[in-house]
């Protein structure tokens, strides 16, 4: 048997399980806000920095998840608690870190927003983190469980077929985006 007929090893399978699961968390928030803002603004905006259906910010939080709740068992009201604080200190951080010392760049204002309750600056709101502590829960109970499930059952060519080329779009994107073009970024 040769190299390309093995099985890939547990630990190669969970860590592109893993990788999947951040790019659908950042893909769940592109859809996510995509939805917000045509409810919002009464049409649909490009959100993102890249040209992809992907938001970063939401797959850290989506890896914060996988790493935290994957194969605990975690009362569900600590995980959406949990998802409700971690995610509040996450997007305040980044959006205060991004306004003060990245010459005021907003990628998001509260203050310009429907349903802002509980706003701090432009930077976090409660309908924001209760969203995210819905989906993450969503997300934890159902997501992560079914990919981990749908990954031992997929053989090693089904696996790279998705995997390689969604990496390269995914980091391809994401290089373009925030290094070689940073749009937001320029002074």
């Excluded at 996450?90 to 310009?112: K, Q, S």
């Amino acid at each position: 048997m040769d190299n390309m007929e093995k099985e890939l090893s547990s630990r190669s399978k969970t860590i592109i399980t893993v990788f999947m699961l951040v790019v659908l968390g950042c893909m769940i928030g592109w859809v996510y806000e995509m939805l917000f803002y045509r409810i919002d603004m009464g049409h649909f905006i490009k959100r993102g920095q890249g040209f992809g259906p992907w938001l970063p910010i939401y797959g850290f939080g989506g890896l914060a998840l996988t790493l935290v709740t994957y194969k605990r068992k975690i009362n569900p009201w600590i995980i959406f608690v949990g998802t409700i604080i971690g995610a509040g200190i996450l997007e305040f951080a980044t959006g205060y870190f991004c306004y003060h010392y990245m010459d005021g760049l907003r990628l998001w204002d509260y203050n310009t927003e429907i349903w802002n309750w509980g706003n701090i600056g432009g930077y976090v709101c409660l309908r924001s983190v209760l969203v995210f502590g819905i989906l993450g829960l969503l997300y934890s109970l159902w997501v992560i469980p079914g990919f981990f499930a749908l990954s031992e059952k997929w053989s090693k060519k089904a696996i790279l077929a998705v995997s390689i080329p969604t990496a390269i779009l995914f980091f391809g994107d994401i290089l373009y985006a925030y290094i070689i073009h940073p749009v937001f970024f320029k002074a």
